[in-house]
């Protein structure tokens, strides 16, 4: 049995449509569905064998009920991904005492177990984006949910999981299956509602003189390479500790929307708004995961372009309604 955390969630469920692909089904999905998103349309395509609420997995966790179980491996995507919660308690417990119970319980009885940290935990970039467990203390997240990834990175670094566990530095990812992510949708799934809405996209103007409008970069990856990396990782017996999952490339949201914009047929309109003042001293300007520890394990796949991404996502998911699994 593989169990799969954030299983719902876009990186989850994308993990679950990979598994299927190398045919295993024999999975169980953890995630809290709620009442208020479509989170649950995901799961609709995949194939798994069975279902179960977070808070009810952390207790069966705790009382024993896998105990004996044949589990296979661990892929803990299972978080608050969002990096404007306030709520510092909520974050501390859902991203890093979670994780924490889960990474020891799959250490004691060496259980598989690859998680998610993310390329939030380097901050503003002052201090690289190199992904060297050596060098981790030394990095200052922007936001809480940053740091609740720190915060769990340090802990296994001290206990000497690190050794064992394998932590996936996730970049910016998007894809399909994220329609459900409210505020935290990308900005790719944004230029297709507002450009199909209105014909124009906006973006935030730059406050930093060296970068222009919408020329702020990033490390962008879709879903489906991110998770062919993370495959490749669970399935490799030499890898273990942290491994950023990126592009390894630093592209503008220009870029980036222009492809939206060409992907839909549509002739290029960007407007450029106001940042909010609560975000300005929180945004990264600049973000791109060295691969090469990746690269250096032998991982050889090659990643869309941007422009392919985009397109794809867009004009076969987008467009058509489809989820992953629907193909």
């Known amino acids: 049995m593989f169990i ?34 479509d989170k649950w349309k995901n799961l609709a395509p995949l194939k798994f064998d069975d279902y179960m609420e977070r808070e009810d997995f952390r207790s069966k966790l705790h009382s024993g009920f896998f105990n004996g179980r044949n589990i296979e491996g661990v892929i803990h995507m299972g978080a608050c991904s969002s990096t404007t919660e306030r709520d510092a308690s909520y974050l501390i417990d859902n991203n890093f005492r979670y994780t924490a119970e889960l990474a020891q319980y799959c250490v004691d009885r060496h259980i598989r177990m690859v998680y998610a940290s993310s390329c939030a935990t380097y901050g503003d970039g002052s201090q690289g984006y190199d992904d060297n467990e050596e060098t981790i203390e030394n990095l200052r997240p922007l936001n809480m949910y940053g740091y609740s990834k ?28 994220e ?80 492809a939206a914009f060409t992907a839909l047929n549509k002739p290029v309109d960007i407007e450029y708004i106001e940042m909010p003042e609560s975000l300005r001293d929180r945004y990264q300007y600049y973000t ?40």
């Not at 935290?184 to 944004?190: A, G, I, Q």
């Not at 990643?303 to 489809?322: I, P, R, W």
Request: hydrophobic share 40%; charged share 20%.
């Open 4 to 37: 799969v955390t954030g299983g719902a969630g876009l990186i989850g469920s994308a993990m679950v449509w990979q598994l299927n692909h190398a045919g295993i089904t024999d999975i169980l999905i953890v995630d809290h569905l709620g009442n208020t998103t």
């Open 150 to 177: 720190q915060l769990f990175d340090l802990w296994a670094k001290r206990r000497g999981m690190l050794k064992e566990l394998v932590g996936c530095k996730f970049s910016n990812i998007y894809g399909p299956n």
């Open 179 to 258: 329609r459900h992510k409210a505020n935290m949708r990308s900005v790719v799934l944004r230029s297709w509602e507002q450009i199909t809405a209105s014909g124009k996209m906006q973006l935030f103007r730059s406050y930093k003189p060296e970068y222009a409008d919408g020329e702020q970069l990033r490390d962008f990856l879709y879903v489906k390479d991110a998770v062919k990396m993370v495959e490749y990782l669970f399935n490799n017996s030499k890898a273990a500790g942290l491994y950023n999952i990126g592009s390894g490339l630093a592209e503008s949201w220009n870029h980036l929307v222009k």
């Open 288 to 327: 791109c995961a060295k691969i090469d520890k990746l690269r250096k394990l032998g991982y050889t796949g090659v990643s869309m372009t941007l422009d392919e991404a985009v397109a794809d996502y867009l004009c076969n998911y987008l467009e058509t309604g489809m989820y992953l699994g629907d193909e």
